[in-house]
Structure formats: structure tokens, C-alpha cells
Nanobody, 119 residues
């Protein structure tokens, strides 16, 4: 299975921006779905953004217009550009690589990176 390592998390103030990166240990060229999820303690992991092999993107309603998912296949990198951050975006963010079917993501997960949004 591909190994994933996230980076770029940190503490910011409301309205500020962050860019998360996810480095894959092998080529992401043929992976069906790449995604970002987030999870706060005591809650289920929720999908934030997803990109298909063909480039189609999907976003959670709560982040539409503020977050952008992208990838660099030549560098095996996945990104999440987060603008206009809100306190409710505070969470651990995970990248994922694999396939999404039957309402669940199946594949590899990174270890997570903490994002904290607070004034």
C-alpha cells in the first residue's frame, strides 16, 4: 500500500490561510481517488475534499468556495489549499489514497496533521 505523509498544519487566526501537503511513497498516477478528511475527537471522520483520477473534484458543503484540492502527479503530491479559515475548521486533517465506494474510502491513510484556528 502507498504510504502517505501530511505536512503544513499549524495554528492560525480566523480568516487566514494554510496549505496542507501530502507526500505519497509511490506514483499517484493511477490511484482512483485522492482525498482529504478531517476528524475531531469524539466525532466521525468526515470527507473534506476529493479528486478523482480524471480530475473531478468534490467538496463538503462546509468548505466549498474556501478550500481547493489539487495534485502534482509528477511529484506524487496532494494539496489542500485552505482559505478563509474558521474556528470550526479546527481538526486533524488526513490524506487518503485509494477508492471511494459504498460511501466509504478504502485504501491508505496518512498519520494526520493538526490544524487549529483560533483568535
Amino acid at each position: 500500500q502507498v504510504q502517505l505523509v501530511e505536512s503544513g498544519g499549524g495554528s492560525v487566526k480566523p480568516g487566514e490561510s494554510l496549505r496542507l501537503s501530502c507526500a505519497a511513497s509511490e506514483s499517484i498516477f493511477n490511484i482512483n481517488h485522492l482525498a482529504w478528511y478531517r476528524q475531531v475527537p469524539g466525532s466521525q471522520r468526515e470527507m473534506v475534499a476529493m479528486i478523482t483520477n480524471g480530475g473531478t473534484t468534490t467538496y463538503a458543503d462546509s468548505v466549498k468556495g474556501r478550500f481547493t484540492i489539487s495534485r502534482d502527479r509528477s511529484k506524487n503530491l496532494l494539496y489542500l489549499e485552505m482559505n478563509g479559515l474558521k474556528p470550526e475548521d479546527t481538526s486533524v486533517y488526513y490524506c487518503a489514497a485509494g477508492s471511494f465506494w459504498s460511501g466509504k474510502f478504502h485504501g491508505s491513510w496518512g498519520q494526520g496533521t493538526q490544524v487549529t484556528v483560533s483568535s
